[in-house]
């Protein structure tokens, strides 16, 4: 597979390119599709709209009793405005995810606060664990053992999350034909 045949930016293409190892060959590079809401999300918007709630009630009783100790609610409003507004941050995020497979591991580049963070899933360990559907023609190949290598410490990303039923069709059978070549 050549990088140019794809969609990706020069940067993600770049990325790609610069963590293959010797040797190692392209077999498939992939985007997740953005999806804003989740259960996650929900409770963040919840959460959100709460911090806001108790936050108003905080200024009208400082307001009342003749107070100007506003600084005392304003992370208050910035918490909750950043919750409200987590959706669409995560949705902007998601957009820059790439993910690929090569012949001998999966590569997740997840973009997080500015960065791709890039998570390996050697063929030699667990790769496919589990193969989720989620959302209405979306699919998520549950991937497992990651060797994180991020200059933070991110969380497990799980996988190529929601790709397409047809780019799922086309992976997962890669997937297995190496890990079938790894056993023998």
């Known amino acids: 597979m050549k990088l140019s045949d794809t969609d990706l930016t020069m940067t993600e293409r770049q990325l790609i390119e610069n963590s293959l190892l010797r040797g190692e060959e392209l077999l498939w590079v992939g985007k997740p599709v953005p999806r804003m809401w989740s259960p996650v999300t929900i409770i963040m918007m919840?959460?959100?709209?709460?911090?806001?709630?108790?936050?108003?009630?905080?200024?009208?009783?400082v307001m009342e009793m003749g107070g100007v100790e506003l600084l005392f609610s304003l992370p208050f409003m910035i918490a909750g405005a950043l919750l409200i507004a987590s959706p669409w941050i995560g949705m902007s995020w998601q957009k820059h995810h790439v993910y690929a497979l090569?012949?001998?591991?999966?590569?997740?580049?997840?973009?997080?606060?500015?960065?791709?963070?890039?998570?390996?899933?050697?063929?030699d360990k667990v790769m496919l664990i589990d193969r989720k559907v989620p959302a209405a023609g979306l699919v998520s190949l549950v991937l497992g053992k990651s060797t994180i290598s991020s200059t933070n410490n991110v969380p497990d990303?799980?996988?190529?999350?929601?790709?397409?039923?047809?780019?799922?069709?086309?992976?997962?059978?890669?997937?297995?034909?190496l890990e079938e070549s790894y056993t023998k």
């Open 157 to 177: 990303p799980e996988g190529f999350l929601n790709i397409t039923e047809d780019a799922a069709a086309v992976v997962e059978p890669i997937i297995m034909q």
């Open 102 to 123: 090569t012949t001998r591991r999966s590569l997740v580049f997840r973009y997080m606060f500015w960065k791709h963070h890039q998570m390996s899933f050697p063929v």
């Open 46 to 61: 919840v959460m959100g709209i709460f911090f806001l709630c108790i936050d108003s009630v905080v200024i009208l009783g």
